[in-house]
């Protein structure tokens, strides 16, 4: 095949699982905005609970989206290799993991759930909705994680369409039941609650009939295996790490824009909700590199994942150029269209500038992550989200320090985290990919 063929094969590759892993990724968020929307209309109190909840519950399932990262590249490793069997079977042994991890979490978080949301400083009333929520969504924790690792599985065995299909179904069941639950039986804040842990274990369950199939295919085991259980929580607890670092890097700069005052922390959010509907796409992409180059490493096929790194590279690049455009022209709008306020609209412009200009080291900075995870470096990837951390708090202090507040406060925040840190992030991981020791071959 020629260089041009093997380009264009490659590109389809990459859209193959990076658009249907992009229409899942998008349809998890839905979940919580259909609650919000539902919920909002019972009143502001129980829609107040409802956000303490979900800030509660989104940190967890956060810190534990380790178990489709760590999955992924394990299963394409071995689908790479020729042994298809195996790599079924490591996927499973990544659910039952997430099964036994979920079921922890949930009786621990069960337990707590007055003293998580005491924390937040609540009214009586609005405690008692929080509360309410929260204990009962602890009941389909386990499935959120059962979820993430089958989505891992699935990857892994190059197929994003499926996870899209039952994000899809999981979505619709969810806004089905919360309405019927909600208003139909009036069980107010507790029917959405319901509604979303049903909607949840229903994904399990479909799930379970997918992977079910492909065990009786490739004949794979279907018990947990320990060393496969080891294998998991042994890389899983390296990427716990990493997105510890990176779930730490967001707090803290949330905590300085608090300091700054409310309207500098509502211009933060804008901004940073900017960023995070950009990286939906991104993170498609770094799940497209993680299941291509898995597989790669699995077929011991090291040029191929050299293509692999620089094409998604160029694509990560482009697409933060792109976007980057696209909010540097809208910037004096973008705070209009969120508010309707002219004044915040003018606070958080610079720091949509600042944004717009790091788009395109963004764009390859999520890339990089999601060859290294593909590779299964996570050793490395929890160090390097330590070392990232090291001129990001000095530069976060310097700013808390000096007092900086409105337009020019928001501007310097957005430099020490799309400045500072992304490009500590594109240093380490870049430095990382210029070198071999990430490219071992075969099975692990």
Not at 286 to 301: P, R, T
Request: one cysteine or more; glycine letters at 14%.
């Amino acid at each position: 095949m020629t260089v041009a063929g093997e380009g264009r094969r490659l590109n389809r590759d990459i859209l193959r699982l990076a658009v249907p892993a992009l229409g899942a990724l998008v349809a998890e968020p839905l979940f919580l905005i259909v609650d919000a929307a539902l919920v909002g209309h019972l009143g502001v109190v129980p829609l107040a609970g409802l956000g303490i909840a979900a800030a509660v519950l989104q940190t967890i399932v956060g810190l534990m989206i380790f178990l489709a990262y760590s999955t992924t590249p394990a299963v394409a490793r071995r689908f790479g290799a020729g042994d298809p069997s195996r790599a079924v079977s490591v996927g499973i042994d990544g659910m039952w993991l997430a099964l036994g991890a979920g079921a922890v979490l949930a009786l621990l978080g069960w337990l707590t759930t007055p003293a998580m949301v005491a924390a937040f400083g609540p009214g009586p009333d609005v405690a008692e909705q929080a509360e309410t929520y929260l204990g009962l969504s602890m009941g389909g924790l386990p499935a959120m994680l059962i979820v993430f690792a089958a989505t891992g599985l699935l990857r892994g065995l190059q197929d994003t369409v499926t996870p899209l299909w039952i994000a899809g179904l999981g979505f619709a069941a969810n806004a089905l039941l919360n309405w019927a639950l909600i208003y139909g039986l009036g069980w107010g804040i507790a029917g959405s609650a319901i509604g979303t842990v049903i909607a949840q274990w229903g994904m399990v369950a479909a799930y379970v009939i997918v992977v079910g199939r492909l065990a009786r295919r490739h004949t794979a085991a279907v018990r947990p295996q320990r060393e496969g259980v080891r294998g998991s929580a042994r890389s899983g607890g390296w990427l716990f790490l990493r997105t510890v670092s990176l779930r730490l890097a967001l707090l803290l700069t949330v905590g300085v824009a608090t300091g700054m005052g409310p309207e500098e922390l509502a211009g933060w959010q804008v901004a940073f909700t900017i960023f995070s509907t950009a990286a939906f796409a991104l993170d498609a992409l770094a799940i497209a590199a993680q299941a291509l180059v898995g597989k790669g490493l699995g077929e011991g096929d090291v040029p191929q994942v050299r293509r692999v790194l620089r094409r998604t590279l160029a694509w990560g690049a482009w697409f933060g150029v792109l976007v980057g455009a696209l909010v540097g022209l809208g910037s004096p709008w973008i705070g209009l269209l969120f508010t309707g306020d002219e004044r915040l609209a003018a606070l958080v412009l610079p720091a949509l500038v600042v944004l717009a200009i790091a788009q395109p080291v963004c764009g390859v900075v999520f890339v990089l992550d999601g060859v290294l995870i593909g590779a299964g470096d996570a050793k490395y990837l929890a160090i390097a989200g330590g070392a990232n951390l090291v001129p990001f708090l000095p530069a976060l202090g310097i700013l808390a320090w000096t007092g900086a507040s409105g337009a020019a406060g928001l501007a310097w925040l957005a430099v020490a985290f799309f400045g500072v840190y992304m490009c500590a992030r594109l240093l380490t991981l870049g430095w990382r990919v210029r070198g071999t020791q990430w490219q071992r071959v075969g099975v692990h």
